[in-house]
């Protein structure tokens, strides 16, 4: 008889611990994430991150509030990322020029590969080269043909040294043997003000800022296959190589967050991919809903670092 309570009281006990643990497992997350943005306001990152932020929480039960922290080219907001607490509850949200290209130009303060993971890669965009809408610049080759016959005049406003709207458009120049006067501002957002002040010739940006700016500027192309703005001509159509003009939109994770943390987050990204009201704001920002999992993105990550390494190496040489 003692011997049958004992098993019983010890049954009950062990159900109860297991019964603890998962709902420890499930507490988390116990109070608001922190995403970390490396740019500045205005941006595309920034409008992303406005729509993603306000329909996860019914996905995660807590809010998650957005924190800009621009600055050295996104050092300022990755460094931060980097040394919080890896509990899951400050994430940063970037882009690959950030993670795997800046690490072959400059020593950076933290290790890219080894100090982070991705939790999703939310979705990914082409850039296209604008001017002001009463620009002289009427077409791409017109720009282009310009700069070659006026070495030094041309005005280029890009979102940060080695940063997502800086690469493409320096490619182009490279190929084009333009000689350009090349400016960084801290993100897309002060780039494009930038341009709308008359302080640029030229900018880089993506379909999403410059759907806002209405009838302000003129899309001369666009680094798609398929123009999504107007219907200007593509990079491909001039002759451009565009195998490195897409950005990724990245969620990242201090590597050492617990496994059960990061598939609860992953988790949450996977179901507002589905989610009716995140596919309807993003369709109005002009953005694609085509998130990948984190898993599956970690795998570019290599491939990614190896691709920018031939490309700065031949931006550089000489």
């Known amino acids: 008889m003692r011997r049958t309570l004992l098993k019983t009281v010890a049954a009950g006990a ?10 420890m497992a499930q507490s988390f997350p116990e109070k608001p994430i922190t995403i970390i943005l490396p ?5 595309s990152h920034d409008l992303n991150a406005r729509v993603f932020t306000s329909i996860i929480p019914q996905y995660l039960d807590q809010a998650m509030i957005v924190r800009l922290m621009p600055g050295a080219s996104g050092q300022t907001g990755t460094a931060a990322a980097a040394s919080a607490p890896a ?36 979705n990914s965009a082409r850039f296209c080269l604008i001017v002001l ?10 720009l ?27 490619r182009l120049l490279q190929w084009a043997k333009v000689n350009a006067n090349m400016t960084p501002y801290r993100g897309g957002g002060p780039s494009l003000r930038a341009l709308l002040a008359g302080d640029a010739d030229f900018t880089v940006q993506l379909p999403s800022t410059i759907a806002g700016q209405g009838d ?12 999504v703005v107007g219907s200007p001509p593509t990079f491909k159509s001039i002759g451009f190589p565009t195998e490195l003009g897409e950005m990724h939109r990245i969620i990242m994770a201090p590597r050492d967050i617990p496994a059960d943390r990061l598939a609860i987050l992953r988790e949450a990204f996977a179901k507002l991919q589905e989610d009716k009201t995140y596919q309807r704001m993003m369709g109005r920002l002009g953005e ?17 670092s190896d691709d920018y390494k031939a490309l700065v190496d031949s931006m550089t040489s000489g």
């Open 133 to 142: 809408a009463d620009s002289e610049h009427k077409s791409i080759n017109g």
């Open 39 to 43: 740019l500045g306001a205005g941006g």
């Open 288 to 304: 694609d809903t085509n998130l990948m999992d984190g898993a599956d993105y970690e795998k570019l990550r290599p491939v990614q």
């Open 87 to 122: 509990d899951g509850y400050t994430l940063l949200f970037s882009h690959n020029y950030f993670d795997q290209l800046q690490q072959h130009v400059k020593d950076l303060p933290y290790e890219p590969t080894k100090d982070f993971v991705t939790v999703a890669r939310l």
């Open 216 to 227: 302000k500027v003129r899309t001369l192309a666009c680094v798609n296959d398929e123009p």
């Open 14 to 23: 062990l159900a109860l611990g297991l019964g603890i643990t998962g709902a």
């Open 144 to 170: 282009l043909e310009y700069g070659r016959a006026n070495p030094g005049k041309l005005e280029f406003a890009h979102s940060g040294q080695w940063g997502a709207g800086m690469v493409p458009g320096a």
